[in-house]
């Protein structure tokens, strides 16, 4: 069996619940554009990285410059809100601790950008845990496209069946498996028969819940 020496985290609902505060930031920057959405036509578009996203609502004629302008504004209005909210998913830190002296490495491979993974990482004050970070600037598509994961194993110097990979969305859990990770599923977006249904081989509410024994075995 092949030794497990990574797991690849994604960030927003998995390192944070933070999926309810992007989606309030999202409406709100909108709105402010006059592009007046419901909850559920918002999140039937909400895929993908924010560059794909700005264009999805803004255009696909829009200049590059534009893109990061509109991008960087509903990141800050994300930023402002979730500020005084942010706490971890509950036994992260400890998780990432045990996962040290086991010398398994923490990666990441998230949608979010620079500022936004600076604010989680730096906020929680877990940077020092995480051998990589990959975020959504630095590809071209997003989930469910498997680049990402591809590019977080690439600079790892890690195989695909040398990692694991925990997902809160879908679009995260498929991305993963399409570039041949294993998937544990967090529900902190979707439910557990959901998340196993897409490929998930094991599901937790919260890191507590996570037998990391059992899954280093699978």
Known sequence: MTKTKAIIFD?????????????DAWL??????????????FQAQNHGNLGEMIRRFF??????????????EKEKIYRDLYKKHIKEIYGLTDLLNTM?????????ATMGDIPNIDFVLDELKIR?????????HEILRGKPDAEIFK???????????????????IGGVLSARKAGIKVIGITTSYSADELKRNGCFYTISNFKELDLDFVLQC
């Open 11 to 23: 960030m927003d609902g998995t390192l944070v619940d933070s999926i309810p505060f992007h989606k």
């Open 28 to 41: 709100s920057f909108l709105k402010k554009h006059d592009i007046i959405l419901d909850p559920d036509q």
């Open 59 to 72: 255009g696909q004629d829009i200049s590059d410059e534009k893109v990061e302008e509109l991008g960087q």
């Open 100 to 108: 040290k002296k086991q010398d398994i490495k923490a990666s990441l």
């Open 128 to 136: 020092p845990f995480f051998h990589s970070i990959t975020g959504g």
């Open 151 to 169: 590019l977080s194993l690439k600079k790892m110097n890690f195989k695909n069946t040398e990692c694991m990979v925990i997902e809160d969305s």
